[in-house]
């Protein structure tokens, strides 16, 4: 047996015997604690809409993000939020929360290497690809946007 | 001669082992073991890399002492860990008055430090000779993987690096277990590439070991009253016994795996323990009460290590594994 | 009741599209970096193509707090900016709209990496 057929032969038998995660309940876990995330964040917009009601409903989004990424932010401080990603997977990571949890969990993390070296050059190196893929990505379909723009 | 295994003339005795872990470890199979139980995982410094670092510092200190003998007795430390540049067990070692030999053998370390100092012993080079590996489950999540307060979830193959440190003072001098045989491994690599599954990565450098030892030694797993690998897990213990079969040579129920021994089912630990405090505590705890006690007559310790570091896996390398095993035999056999 | 109707909409499809990542990281292995950049990626693309906004009208916060808005937001700047400023729209629109959400992380992330330290797990 070549090397090639041995490391395809090897990665087969592996990959038969390696456990699986059971859909149910991960599945669930993540359905019902994600939906939850969004119902809270839809509380809160309805209320911020209703307790000022001069407030634009984009300003209102606004603030609804910004309050979640508060709260996300405290529960990684306090320890409680990878807890939370344990149990419920894509629920908690998918909502803004999870961009919010995949900045301040390194910046607490690399504390001790310093604030400049630890915190600030660190905080990015989850959420760094996040914010380049859809800027460039964004900006990319802006530009688009132009040049239909430039023959209507 | 062209033979990787090496039998030793003089036979070295291990003559003090200490071990130290985490309190999660603590509530583990072996909790009633253990010489030192840590209340918590930063063990009273700032950082864990340093929390780290105190626990080979104590784990060397108390080997010394349970060879009745003083620190200026020592000639040489051989120790190593999972960090970069093995931090831990070089400024460790900054704290004591003899020279120190690293050596990276990722979680086979407690067998290739032993293995060495075996070599130092017996050659007549030295004295006494202490071995030491330490691994932190904070320190090497935040080296290998993904920050402690993260909300991911960990793969069902994954393993749990054990935080604990195990030492042993190795010398001719004295009473205890002595070290026959050492086989050196080579690194083999079948192509794994997923780091979260370490047990398959090294169950191939396991049973080419196993081989290796068994062919130069001529002997079978039935000589063995105990065949112990380091953090192979559920799954890459079971991939070794499947990879034996096909070799002809049946493991029975005196093989084990420390790591899938280490924690309690319900410690949600997945496949089991890994790193090298792993296989070291056990070793220094239970392994060595039960051939101190004689129940065990002769052991094959032969951990396992995954040689990976971030950079290679992001560029795309497999994970290669070696294995390195040791004869340990009861004192009166 | 036309609300509770709304806000069980918003539990429904929020709880979907988070079920969709689990999913993807039960069968692919996808790390947490991967799984939130393929989100933005699909947001960016439901607002290229315009259907974003038809989306967001019934289902609220289901989508928009997911990181799919996220993305969404971040084109909906760029288009609007291109159309108001052109050319340099491009490349002022995409930060100017989701400036309050990264600012957000940006500086909670950082207050709270002063006032805590990391915690073992269990």
């Known amino acids: 047996m070549n090397e090639n057929e041995r490391v395809k032969a090897y990665n087969k038998y592996v990959n038969a015997k390696i456990p699986k995660t059971r859909p149910f309940p991960t599945l669930f876990n993540s359905f019902w604690v994600g939906g939850l995330i969004c119902l809270i964040g839809q509380g809160i917009n309805d209320l911020l809409l209703y307790l000022v009601p001069n407030l634009s409903e984009q300003a209102a989004w606004a603030y609804t993000l910004i309050i979640l990424i508060f709260i996300a932010a405290f529960l990684t401080g306090i320890g409680v939020y990878d807890k939370l990603g344990k149990f419920a997977g894509g629920g908690t990571i998918v909502p803004i929360t999870g961009f919010s949890n995949s900045i301040t969990s390194p910046s607490i993390e690399y504390k001790s290497e310093g604030i400049i070296y630890g915190i600030c050059v660190k905080m990015f190196t989850i959420a760094g690809p996040i914010i380049v893929f859809g800027v460039v990505s964004s900006a990319f379909v802006g530009l688009i946007y132009y040049i239909i723009g430039l023959f209507m | 001669m062209k033979c990787e295994t090496i039998k030793f003339k003089k036979q070295p005795r291990i003559i003090g082992a200490y071990s130290i872990v985490g309190p999660k470890e603590g509530q583990g199979n072996f909790k009633d073991y253990f010489d030192y139980i840590m209340k918590n995982d930063f063990f009273g410094e700032k950082t864990f890399e340093k929390a780290e670092r105190k626990m080979i510092e104590n784990a060397i200190t108390g080997a010394i002492q349970k060879a009745k003998l003083k620190v200026s007795d020592i000639n040489v430390l051989v120790a190593g860990d ?158 070794l016994i499947d990879l034996m079969e096909d070799k002809g040579i049946k493991l029975g129920l005196n093989y084990a795996d420390c790591g899938q021994m280490y924690f309690r089912r319900d410690q949600n630990t997945l496949c089991g323990g890994s790193g090298c405090g792993c296989s070291a505590t056990v070793f220094t705890s239970y392994i060595m009460k039960k051939l101190q006690d004689g129940q065990y007559k002769r052991v094959l310790f032969m951990p396992t290590g995954a040689l990976l570091s971030t950079t290679a896996t992001q560029q795309g390398e497999s994970v290669p594994g070696v294995c390195h095993a040791i004869v340990i035999e009861s004192e009166e056999g | 009741m036309e609300m509770f109707l709304d806000y069980l909409w918003v539990f429904l499809i929020g709880g979907f599209i988070c079920m969709i990542g689990e999913i993807l990281i039960i069968t692919t292995n996808m790390t947490s ?59 002022t629109g995409c930060l100017t709209s989701t400036a309050g959400g990264i600012a957000a992380a940006i500086i909670f992330g950082f207050i709270f990496a002063l006032i805590f330290r990391s915690h073992t797990k269990k």
């Open chain 2, 82 to 239: 999972l960090l970069n540049q093995i931090i831990s067990s070089s400024y460790a070692a900054r704290a004591f008055n003899f020279p120190y030999l690293g050596v990276y053998g990722a979680c086979s370390t407690m067998a290739e430090s032993m293995a060495v100092a075996s070599i130092l012993v017996d050659g007549g080079y030295f004295e006494n000779v202490v071995c030491c590996t330490a691994s932190h489950f904070s320190t090497a999540e935040r080296q290998y993987r993904f920050p402690l307060e993260l909300g991911n979830q960990r793969p069902p193959a994954s393993q749990w690096t054990v935080t604990g440190a195990g030492s042993c003072v190795l010398s001719l001098n004295g009473k205890g277990p002595r070290i026959t045989m050492a086989t050196f491994g080579k690194v083999i690599d079948w192509g794994i590439t997923d780091v979260n599954n370490m047990g398959a990565a090294m169950a191939p450098s396991a049973m080419q070991t196993l081989l290796t030892h068994f062919e130069n030694t001529k002997t079978t797993p039935d000589d063995y009253d105990l065949i112990a690998t380091g953090d192979l897990g559920k799954l890459g213990s079971e991939i």
């Open chain 3, 33 to 91: 970096a991967r799984i939130l950049v393929t989100f933005v990626l699909v947001g960016v693309f439901l607002e290229g193509i315009g259907v974003f906004d038809y989306i967001s009208d019934f289902a609220g916060a289901g989508i928009n707090v997911p990181i799919i808005g996220f993305g969404a937001s971040l084109t909906k700047g760029a288009i609007s900016a291109v159309e108001s400023q052109g050319l340099l729209g491009v490349f």
